[in-house]
């Protein structure tokens, strides 16, 4: 599969895109990972990057509840992450959630894993032994084609749900009390884009696992950040290397069979963000360098 890769791109494209179960992850990560990029970019915007990382452990505990319950992973998924969400949102205050309530929040959802884990492992007749690995590291190459068309459109949901309030919780991150002023609902605003944080940690956690989804969250994100100061722009540029990222990262897994996809989706991430800040320090360095060459011309007469 490699050789092939290596020896005729075209071919080796054409082939690796004409496979069912590639197709699937191409269509539910696509869709995944723009979501993830678009919400990152506030998350990141407003400080709460660790709100993400707690609804990350959330949805791990949410999977695995529903497991043990014997119904659908995917209520588990998105009734505990958009649940805790919320709650974070109205118990922070102002509309952002507090590190307080959010540390307290991570230690109790831990807690409730590793039970929930026990209960699944020790009282479950399905034998499904994989479900625990899947729910922590995602199993996109084994999406089937119906849940790749609802990952999609739940994606597609939460996209146009985040666009509709994205300028006013664009101008309530970047000034709360102005915003307050101008009479933006920043109380009303906050839980519900940590709602939203929730269902999107949900559907990441199909792509890349639970435990791995808050760096699709964060990363593409925070490189876009590092690229651009204009926030319209910086939005955008989050979600196009989110998915850049995804897609980069199925092409290494498919071409090297070996890599887990989602590690490599993750490497890929990592990797934009460590460009992203090698590109800000060369500017910086640049920037200062002129400011010294200019002020060391002399002054006109």
């Given at each position: ?27 539910a990560?696509?869709?995944?990972a ?12 407003r ?10 452990h ?29 709650v ?14 959010i ?8 807690g ?15 034998g ?25 459109v ?37 839980p519900?884009f940590?709602?939203?944080?929730g ?7 199909q792509?890349?696992?639970?435990l791995l ?13 590092r ?5 319209w722009?910086?939005?955008?540029l ?33 990797a ?11 500017r910086?360095?640049?920037?200062r ?13």
């Amino acid at each position: 599969m490699t050789v092939l890769l290596a020896s005729n791109p075209v071919t080796g494209l054409a082939n690796m895109l004409s496979q069912p179960f590639l197709q699937h992850a191409l269509l539910a990560g696509t869709a995944i990972a723009l979501l993830s990029g678009l919400v990152g970019y506030f998350v990141v915007l407003r400080g709460q990057v660790f709100a993400g990382d707690a609804l990350s452990h959330v949805a791990y505990a949410g999977a695995l509840a529903a497991l043990a319950a014997g119904v659908d992973l995917r209520f588990g998924l998105f009734a505990s992450t958009i649940a805790v969400g919320v709650v974070l949102g109205l118990l922070g205050g102002r509309g952002a959630a507090d590190d307080v309530v959010i540390g307290t929040t991570f230690a109790w959802v831990l807690g409730l894993g590793v039970f929930f884990l026990a209960l699944y492992t020790t009282h479950s007749s399905t034998g499904n032994g994989t479900a625990n690995v899947n729910v922590l590291f995602g199993s996109i190459f084994g999406i089937s084609s119906g849940s790749a068309v609802v990952a999609a459109v739940v994606a597609g949901v939460l996209i146009a749900a985040l666009l509709v309030i994205a300028r006013p919780l664009l101008f309530a991150s970047l000034d709360p009390a102005v915003a307050a002023a101008a009479g933006v609902p920043a109380r009303l605003l906050g839980p519900l884009f940590l709602g939203i944080v929730g269902a999107t940690a949900a559907e990441a956690s199909q792509a890349v696992g639970a435990l791995l989804l808050f760096g699709l969250l964060a990363a593409p994100a925070a490189a876009a950040q590092r690229l651009t100061d204009r926030p319209w722009r910086a939005l955008v540029l989050a979600g196009a290397l989110a998915v850049l990222a995804m897609w980069v990262g199925l092409g290494l897994a498919y071409a090297a069979p070996r890599l887990p996809p989602s590690f490599t989706i993750m490497a890929c991430a990592t990797a934009e963000y460590a460009l992203a800040a090698l590109v800000t320090v060369g500017r910086r360095r640049r920037e200062r360098f002129r400011s010294r060459f200019v002020a060391a011309l002399p002054a006109e007469g």
